[in-house]
Each structure stands twice: as C-alpha cells, then as structure tokens.
C-alpha cells in the first residue's frame, strides 16, 4: 500500500536555484530514506533520517523529518544539471520490519 | 556501503518465455530483496530472498510467477516465468547493510515483454 507520497510530482528549475521536495506518509516510521533514480536506472541511497532526528545534512542535501505532521523534505541546494533525476522517498515502519514502501517521486529538472 | 550487479541490466523477451536475472553483492549480506518498477510508477516490493529456505513473498507476487533462489550471502536470482507485456518493468535487488536500516540497489534490469 501506498505510504509515501511526494510532492510535487514534477519540479523544473534553472541551475543554481534550490529545490525542495516533500513528502508525506500514513503510519509512525521508525526511518525516512531518500533515494535518486536517474532515467530509469538503480537507485542511488540519499540520506537516511530516522524518527528520533528533525534534520540532517549531506554535502548539498538537507533533509528534515516532522513526525508530528508524518513529513519529511529534501533540500537540494545550488542545484546542477546533473541533479536532474527522479527522487523517491522511502518509509521503514516497525523496528522489526526491513520492509521500504516507496512513494511516487518527485521528476526534478534542473536547465542549465 | 555494497555495491551490487545485476545481469542482465536489459532484455527484450517474448511472451511466455522466462528470464532469469542475477544479482551479485561484493560482500556478504543477510537480507537480499527483489523489486519491480513498473512504467512511470514507483517500487514495489516483490520478495525477500532468505538464504537457505524459500524466499517471503509479497501480497500480490507468487513463487510460480517468480521464483528465486538465494545459494549464498553474495547472490540471488529472480525468474520471471511465462512473461506477459504486463511484466514489462525494471527489475531491481537490494541489500541491507550492517546498520540494519539502509538498503543499497543494484542498477536495475529494464525488461521488456513483446
């Protein structure tokens, strides 16, 4: 079943701008993991966040976990060409659980 | 982090035949999973390949539609028998590394079913 849901569905912007994607989910997560899939190829892991942090950094990514509203954001700052991708977030549930459940992802576009 | 293979990473395939894709890990792992993504969508959990005993499949996926195999701590196999158009999709395994929480993908097999 779907858990997360990524907003929004298309970004486009010019190289240089920041982009900042959402996600939304329906259950208590025990980790919120964000992920970049270029045209259709494997996935690239992000960063992981677990439940317990609000916010972590990596390199030119900032992510953020409010667990009172079950949402999560990528920041991706100074954005490149390259960064053109898809970016899915990616919900692990119970502690005893190994199970991801992928939203729908965000297709960013960055113009150079 | 692990980094995986897959093989083939495409295929072309005509309805009713099967394929059966390889994934290798360059180091030992305990958790090995297969997903689908289907056109435009996003992942889907098809099974988890447990070394020694039969894979845990998903709701929706069945042994027969796809079997796989899990010999060793570095390698997993996915069949995907008696294809229909429907199967076309990329096909990715995944692995959980040590800190129990983060899973690393292959770079995916693009199949596509005629």
């Known amino acids: 079943s779907q858990q997360g849901e990524e907003d929004p569905q298309a970004l486009s912007i010019q190289e240089g701008e920041n982009a900042t994607m959402n996600c939304s989910y329906k259950?208590?997560?025990?980790?919120l993991q964000w992920y970049r899939q270029n045209s259709g190829r494997g996935l690239v892991h992000l960063i992981l966040?677990?439940?317990?942090?609000r916010e972590k950094h990596s390199g030119r990514l900032r992510v953020t976990l409010d667990t009172s509203k079950k949402s999560s954001s990528l920041l991706i700052t100074a954005s490149r060409a390259a960064d053109t991708a898809s970016y899915f977030c990616?919900?692990?549930?119970?502690?005893?659980?190994?199970?991801?459940?992928f939203g729908k992802g965000t297709k960013l576009s960055v113009i150079p | 982090s692990a980094v995986i293979s897959q093989k083939p990473s495409r295929d072309i395939c005509q309805r009713g035949t099967s394929l059966t894709i390889q994934c290798q890990v360059d180091?030992?792992?305990?958790?090995m999973f297969w997903y689908r993504q289907q056109p435009g969508q996003s992942l889907t959990l098809i099974a988890t390949?447990?070394?020694?005993?039969?894979?845990?499949?998903e709701s929706g996926f069945v042994i027969d539609k796809f079997p796989i195999s899990r010999p060793n701590l570095t390698f997993s196999t996915l069949t995907v028998s008696n294809m229909s158009p429907e199967d076309s999709s990329i096909y990715l395994c995944?692995?959980?590394?040590?800190?129990?929480?983060?899973?690393?993908f292959g770079p995916g097999t693009r199949l596509t079913v005629l």
């Open positions: 995944s692995v959980l590394t040590g800190d129990g929480d983060t899973q690393y």
């Open positions: 180091s030992q792992v305990t958790m």
């Open positions: 259950t208590s997560i025990n980790n």
């Open positions: 390949a447990n070394q020694g005993s039969e894979a845990t499949y």
């Open positions: 966040i677990r439940s317990n942090e």
């Open positions: 990616a919900t692990k549930t119970g502690a005893g659980s190994y199970q991801l459940t």
